[in-house]
């Protein structure tokens, strides 16, 4: 499992692609972070929850891991590498933690790179660091169920770009799915709303932008995030059958 993880990361870092998707999330979370506080003074005291530049970012954020993990295995099939992948000694469940393991890192420096922001607002005012705290652990959960769903669209297919296709339309039903709840509450499918509801990592989410720890919400997405690597395993399973 190390190789495969030492491997997925030297893909990522040896290349300008890590790069290139930490800037692009940075510049995101900066455009949406400098209104917040453009009108600010050395006069004015500033309480910052942070909760909301976290959720806006969040909404755009997602649709940067299916360009993060379109090459997990698709590439692997695009390169005929695919073979000496599923032939080496490693098992199926160590190929899919390798993976997941180097993306999350890659995942998990872009949130530690926007830990700037809070720094700055520290240097000009206060922080709820309960909200701050919630938040990220939030951000964080959310961002590595998001990343097992993505890796799944990347087993299922054979070229990247139709990976990246496929992971945006599901990140897009993601985020809208509280919308799509709310539409069909007040039709003829009030089940299917409650259903939508309770599946919603965005509802999932409330209330540790609230700055509050939710022992349910965190099994929740424990419990998702150990569903879609399991689906990734037997995705690759099913590909060795047919190797």
Known sequence: MRSIF??????????????????????????????QIANLDDTNTFNFSYA????????????????????TFAEERKAQTEVLLLTNPLNSFQIV?????GVAVVYLAMVAL????????LS??????????????????????????CMLMSALTNTPVIAAVLGEIVMIFIIFMDTIASSLKYSFMPVVSDILLWFS???????F??????????IFYITMLVVFLAWNVIALECRKWKA
């Open 124 to 149: 000009t005012g206060t922080i709820f660091w309960s909200s701050l705290i919630c938040c990220y652990i939030g951000f964080v959960a959310w961002g590595l169920v998001c990343i097992s769903i």
């Open 6 to 35: 030492k491997r997925e990361l030297q893909s990522y870092f040896y290349s300008p692609f890590a790069y290139v998707i930490c800037a692009v999330f940075l510049l995101v979370f900066t455009m949406s972070f400098v209104p």
């Open 114 to 121: 926007s830990l700037v922001f809070p720094l700055v607002i």
């Open 209 to 218: 932008s609230q700055g509050v720890f939710s022992l349910s919400d965190m």
């Open 201 to 207: 990592p965005e509802k999932r989410f409330e209330m």
């Open 52 to 71: 909301s530049t976290v959720y806006i970012n969040f909404s755009f954020f997602v649709f940067l891991l299916p360009a993060l993990t379109m090459r």
């Open 97 to 101: 933690m390798g993976k997941f393991l």
